[in-house]
C-alpha cells in the first residue's frame, strides 16, 4: 500500500489531491500536494473563493506527522488569490491555519500527548522543538476556548493557588456542576481587580457566543469559597443572586490552626512554670481526626483527656462542632451554631472566641451549605487545585504567565477539540 493511499484515506481534502511521495537528501518524505483542476483558491481572510491572480514559484513544506521514524512534509505551492473584498492575499489551504509550516494534524497530535507527558518530554519524544511543542498547545487551547459553551455552567468555585514564590497568587475560577467540573478563568493576583476582570471576561464571553435573556453572572446559581475579604466583597456584588458557600473543608481548616494555637501556647507557659512537658510532641494528636490517630497516638490523646488542661478544653469545643455538618435543615443547624459560639465565648480561650466571631460574622453564608442540599463545596475546587499543582509540578515550573495559562487550560479547561476524518493517536 503506497503512502498516498493511506494519506488519502486519512485526509480528504475536496480541492486537493496528494500526487506522489519520495525520499528526498535529507531523509524526509516529501508528499506533493497540489489542486484539482478547474478548482478555485479561497481567500485566507474572508473565505470566499476567488480567481488565481498568480503561483509561487518556489514549494511551501508544511510538517506532518512522522512516519516509521522519518520526518514527513507536505509540499504545495501556495496560489495568490484575487479577492473582490480583500484584494490580492494567499490562498487558505485546508490542512494548516495561518502562516504555520505545522499542519494542524500534527499540531493536535503534539497537544495531545503534551498533556500526558511534559512539553520538553513530549518534544524529545517525537524530536521536535519545545517552541512546537507550546505553539501547538496554544492552537488547540485557542481553538477550544472559542468553541467552548458556557450555557451549562450553574455553579462556579473561586479560590487562589501560589505559583511563585514572595506571596505571588493566582485567582482560579472553576465549574463545579456535577456533570462538568473544569478551569473557566485565570488570572494574576488574588484580588477584587482580578476577580471582576474574571467575570467580566466570561460575560462578554457568553454573550457573544449566546444570544439569549440574561447574561454569564445570572445564570449562576452556586458558588464556593473561602473567606478571603476580596472575593466575598466581589461575589456578594456582582453575583446577587447565586447562593454563596462557605463550607467545612476552610472552617475547619480555621479550628485546626486555633487549637494549635491554643497547644502551642500551653505547653510554653507548663515549660516556663517548670511543669512536665506532657503537650510536648503532641500535635498531630489533637488536630488529626479520631479514626486516622496511630495506636500510640491514640493513647496519649486517651491520657490527655482525663487532665484540666485549656488545650483538652479547646479540643472538645471542636470535636463538639463536628455534630453542626450532621445537620439537615438550616434552622436547626443555626441554632445548634449559635449555641456553640455562646459556649467558645464563655470558654475563655482567646482562640476560640476569635473563631466564635468568625462564625457569627459569616454565619448565613455558613448556612447555605445546608440550603445547597451540601452538594457544592469547596473540596471540589481544592481537588482541582491539586491538578493544577500536578501540571506546575510535571513541567518543573513555568518562565512566563502566558505559557502557565495555556497550561492550565489545556489540563483542566476540558475544551472542544478540532475534529478529523481521522484519529491519529
Given at each position: 500500500?503506497?503512502?498516498?493511499?493511506?494519506?488519502n484515506?486519512?485526509?480528504k481534502?475536496?480541492s486537493?489531491v496528494?500526487?506522489?511521495?519520495?525520499f528526498?537528501?535529507?531523509?524526509?518524505?516529501?508528499?506533493?500536494?497540489?489542486p484539482?483542476?478547474n478548482?478555485?483558491?479561497?481567500?485566507?481572510?474572508?473565505?470566499?473563493?476567488g480567481?488565481?491572480?498568480d503561483?509561487?514559484?518556489e514549494?511551501r513544506?508544511?510538517?506532518f506527522?512522522?512516519?516509521?521514524?522519518?520526518?514527513?512534509?507536505l509540499?504545495?505551492?501556495?496560489?495568490?488569490?484575487?479577492?473582490a473584498q480583500c484584494g490580492?492575499?494567499?490562498?487558505?489551504?485546508?490542512?494548516?491555519?495561518?502562516?504555520h509550516?505545522?499542519t494542524d494534524?500534527?499540531?493536535c497530535f503534539?497537544?495531545h500527548?503534551?498533556k500526558?507527558?511534559?512539553?520538553?518530554?513530549?518534544?524529545?519524544?517525537?524530536?521536535?522543538?519545545?517552541?512546537?511543542?507550546y505553539?501547538?498547545?496554544?492552537?488547540?487551547?485557542?481553538y477550544?476556548?472559542?468553541h467552548r459553551?458556557?450555557?451549562n455552567?450553574?455553579?462556579?468555585g473561586?479560590?487562589?493557588?501560589?505559583?511563585r514564590?514572595?506571596?505571588?497568587?493566582l485567582?482560579?475560577?472553576?465549574?463545579?456542576?456535577?456533570q462538568c467540573?473544569?478551569?473557566l478563568?485565570?488570572?494574576e493576583?488574588?484580588?477584587?481587580?482580578?476577580l471582576?476582570?474574571?467575570?467580566?471576561?466570561?460575560?462578554?464571553?457568553?454573550?457573544r457566543k449566546?444570544?439569549?435573556?440574561?447574561?454569564?453572572?445570572a445564570?449562576?446559581?452556586y458558588v464556593?469559597?473561602?473567606?478571603?475579604?476580596?472575593?466575598?466583597?466581589v461575589?456578594?456584588?456582582?453575583?446577587?443572586?447565586?447562593?454563596?458557600?462557605?463550607?467545612?473543608?476552610?472552617?475547619?481548616?480555621?479550628?485546626?490552626?486555633?487549637?494549635d494555637?491554643v497547644r502551642?501556647?500551653?505547653?510554653?507557659r507548663?515549660?516556663?512554670?517548670?511543669?512536665?512537658?506532657?503537650l510536648c510532641?503532641?500535635?498531630?494528636?489533637?488536630?488529626?481526626?479520631?479514626?486516622?490517630?496511630?495506636?500510640?497516638?491514640?493513647?496519649?490523646?486517651s491520657?490527655?483527656?482525663?487532665m484540666?488542661l485549656?488545650?483538652?478544653?479547646?479540643?472538645?469545643?471542636?470535636?463538639?462542632?463536628q455534630?453542626?455538618w450532621e445537620?439537615?435543615?438550616?434552622a436547626?443547624?443555626?441554632k445548634?451554631?449559635d449555641?456553640?459560639?455562646?459556649r467558645?465565648?464563655?470558654?475563655r480561650?482567646?482562640?476560640?472566641k476569635?473563631i466564635?466571631?468568625?462564625?457569627?460574622?459569616?454565619?448565613?453564608?455558613?448556612?447555605?451549605?445546608?440550603?445547597?442540599k451540601?452538594?457544592?463545596?469547596?473540596?471540589?475546587?481544592?481537588?482541582?487545585?491539586l491538578k493544577?499543582?500536578?501540571?506546575?509540578r510535571k513541567s518543573f515550573?513555568?518562565?512566563?504567565?502566558?505559557?502557565?495559562?495555556?497550561?492550565?487550560y489545556?489540563?483542566?479547561?476540558?475544551?472542544?477539540?478540532?475534529?478529523?476524518?481521522?484519529r491519529f493517536?
Amino acid at each position: 500500500m503506497r503512502v498516498v493511499t493511506v494519506l488519502n484515506r486519512c485526509m480528504k481534502f475536496k480541492s486537493f489531491v496528494f500526487e506522489s511521495a519520495f525520499f528526498d537528501k535529507k531523509g524526509r518524505i516529501i508528499i506533493s500536494v497540489k489542486p484539482r483542476k478547474n478548482s478555485k483558491p479561497v481567500c485566507s481572510r474572508c473565505g470566499t473563493k476567488g480567481s488565481i491572480y498568480d503561483t509561487s514559484g518556489e514549494p511551501r513544506l508544511f510538517e506532518f506527522i512522522g512516519l516509521w521514524g522519518f520526518p514527513v512534509f507536505l509540499k504545495h505551492r501556495m496560489r495568490r488569490v484575487s479577492c473582490a473584498q480583500c484584494g490580492v492575499v494567499v490562498e487558505s489551504v485546508p490542512w494548516s491555519t495561518g502562516k504555520h509550516h505545522l499542519t494542524d494534524f500534527y499540531r493536535c497530535f503534539l497537544a495531545h500527548w503534551a498533556k500526558k507527558l511534559s512539553w520538553r518530554e513530549t518534544a524529545r519524544s517525537f524530536n521536535t522543538s519545545w517552541e512546537k511543542v507550546y505553539e501547538s498547545v496554544k492552537f488547540v487551547v485557542g481553538y477550544g476556548l472559542e468553541h467552548r459553551q458556557l450555557d451549562n455552567v450553574t455553579a462556579v468555585g473561586v479560590d487562589e493557588v501560589q505559583y511563585r514564590s514572595g506571596h505571588r497568587y493566582l485567582t482560579l475560577l472553576y465549574q463545579v456542576n456535577q456533570q462538568c467540573r473544569r478551569l473557566l478563568w485565570l488570572g494574576e493576583k488574588r484580588t477584587c481587580k482580578t476577580l471582576n476582570t474574571g467575570l467580566s471576561e466570561l460575560e462578554a464571553e457568553y454573550r457573544r457566543k449566546h444570544d439569549e435573556n440574561g447574561g454569564f453572572l445570572a445564570r449562576i446559581e452556586y458558588v464556593c469559597s473561602d473567606m478571603w475579604k476580596a472575593y466575598l466583597k466581589v461575589i456578594r456584588k456582582r453575583l446577587t443572586s447565586a447562593v454563596h458557600i462557605l463550607d467545612r473543608f476552610h472552617i475547619m481548616q480555621h479550628f485546626g490552626k486555633a487549637l494549635d494555637k491554643v497547644r502551642a501556647s500551653e505547653a510554653r507557659r507548663l515549660k516556663q512554670e517548670g511543669h512536665d512537658p506532657v503537650l510536648c510532641k503532641t500535635r498531630f494528636c489533637f488536630l488529626k481526626r479520631k479514626e486516622n490517630l496511630t495506636t500510640k497516638q491514640s493513647g496519649r490523646l486517651s491520657a490527655l483527656l482525663t487532665m484540666n488542661l485549656r488545650t483538652v478544653r479547646a479540643y472538645l469545643l471542636k470535636e463538639d462542632f463536628q455534630k453542626f455538618w450532621e445537620y439537615k435543615h438550616p434552622a436547626w443547624a443555626g441554632k445548634f451554631l449559635d449555641k456553640w459560639c455562646g459556649r467558645a465565648v464563655r470558654s475563655r480561650i482567646d482562640p476560640m472566641k476569635d473563631i466564635a466571631k468568625m462564625l457569627r460574622s459569616h454565619r448565613e453564608l455558613i448556612l447555605n451549605w445546608f440550603r445547597a442540599k451540601k452538594r457544592f463545596n469547596s473540596g471540589i475546587v481544592e481537588g482541582l487545585n491539586l491538578k493544577w499543582n500536578l501540571t506546575v509540578r510535571k513541567s518543573f515550573g513555568f518562565r512566563t504567565f502566558e505559557a502557565l495559562k495555556t497550561a492550565s487550560y489545556h489540563q483542566l479547561g476540558e475544551l472542544p477539540e478540532p475534529k478529523f476524518t481521522h484519529r491519529f493517536y
